[in-house]
């Protein structure tokens, strides 16, 4: 199998000695490339970094809930109390007007740290709890998506002809639909009914269904670009090569194309992961997304709606957390894409170039001509 590394640059771009990188006969050699150019983009590290410090919390999102703060984040406690200071004081206090009552509010410890809503859950412990869920309907749907669109892709490019076009067609008749209308429309009718497939079924209140909704829906908006990169590959001379040996279809897709078309999904997949997680916050916030006793950002941004004046960490908190993660999200998906494919920092280094020759030391500013 012949796969070609151009995508990932040469060792003298990147000023690595060959020594140091090379392959062991796997082609392991461009991936280590491109994980040394991504070592070398400070604000990638951080922001994997960062990215991971989130994704941590969140996993031990149960042991914060029973270790640390004590609490059951998805039982009401309207009656019950906390110890604060070695003083039990009432999680739901009612007012001294005798009108209505006032969940306990930000303790910066252990215990409620971020305060409760108005159901007597602790906001901090549901705040992690939630991340879980949006990471894994972000990242599952992701996943999905690729899966999909990398398969379509694959299909389209190789054979072209009429199954191009049918696949193409299909593919513009979705994204025709403007993507938050196709969501909402659909989400708004699968959670009447469910999902139902032949023996498949699947529980309007399972996180199934939002992933299985995003991932739809992002297909073709994936597809497209990695279809384009096969119709490419397509016409080298190592697919053709194949062909004329009688190497079987199966093997051309999977064998040469396929390998060449993982870096271009890999530079999408941290993006993707992003929007989808976007887009399920948008779909739990209009109360169609992920569905009660599950909670995600989205649903706890509505839920800390009507407290927003007195409580506002009930909504501040996941939207710091939901903004926090796409930013990080999308600084890590641009420092994979450098890194896997160098090729698109050439026109930023040449224009510095141009720009220090022309106005380098000494040089006097009459003579600064423009481009």
């Known amino acids: 199998m012949t796969v070609p590394t151009e995508a990932f640059g040469s060792l003298d771009d990147q000023n690595v000695p060959a020594k140091s990188l090379e392959g062991d006969g796997t082609g392991s050699a461009p991936w280590r490339l491109a994980w040394h150019r991504f070592r070398r983009n400070r604000s990638g590290v951080l922001a994997l970094i960062l990215l991971a410090l989130v994704v941590l919390a969140c996993i031990f999102a149960p042991m914060y809930s029973a270790l640390v703060a004590h609490t059951e984040p998805f039982t009401s406690n309207l009656t019950g109390t906390t110890n604060i200071g070695g003083v039990e004081v009432p999680v739901i206090a009612p007012n001294l007007s005798g009108l209505g009552s006032t969940p306990i509010g930000p303790t ?23 991340g879980r869920t949006s990471l894994i309907v972000g ?24 199954v191009d076009s049918v696949i193409s067609r299909i593919l513009d008749l979705v994204w025709a639909f403007p993507v938050y209308l196709l969501a909402i429309s659909l989400s708004t009718v699968l959670l009447l009914q469910g999902l139902r497939i032949g023996p498949i079924s699947v529980n309007p209140a399972s996180l199934w269904l939002p992933i299985l909704i995003i991932s739809l829906i992002y297909v073709p908006y994936l597809a497209r670009p990695i279809r384009g990169e096969v119709l490419s590959l397509r016409q080298r001379e190592f697919v053709e090569a194949a062909i004329g040996q009688g190497v079987s279809r199966f093997r051309v897709i999977f064998g040469e194309l396929l390998p060449n078309v993982i870096p ?23 109360s169609i997304g992920v569905q009660a006793p599950n909670a995600s950002w989205g649903t706890m941004i509505t839920d800390g709606q009507s407290q927003l004046y007195t409580r506002p960490w009930v909504s501040v908190g996941p939207g ?23 090729r698109g920092l050439l026109p930023r280094r040449r224009r ?6 022309v106005t380098g030391p000494g040089r006097p500013a009459s003579r600064v001509r423009n481009p």
Request: no cysteine; proline share 2%; hydrophobic share 55%.
């Open 139 to 162: 990242l599952g749907s992701a996943l999905i998506s690729a899966v999909l669109a990398t398969a379509v892709a694959l299909v389209a490019g190789f054979f072209g002809g009429w």
């Open 108 to 130: 910066w410890s252990g215990r409620y740290f971020l305060g409760a809503d108005t159901q007597g859950r602790d906001v901090a412990a549901r705040l992690l709890f939630a």
């Open 320 to 342: 710091v957390l939901l903004a926090l993660t796409i930013v990080l999200l999308n600084v890590v998906g641009e420092g994979v894409r450098d890194a896997i494919d160098p």
């Open 264 to 286: 271009t999904v890999i530079v999408f997949l941290p993006l993707m992961v992003a929007t989808n997680i976007l887009t399920e916050s948008s779909l739990s916030y209009l």
């Open 352 to 357: 510095r170039r141009r720009a220090g020759r």
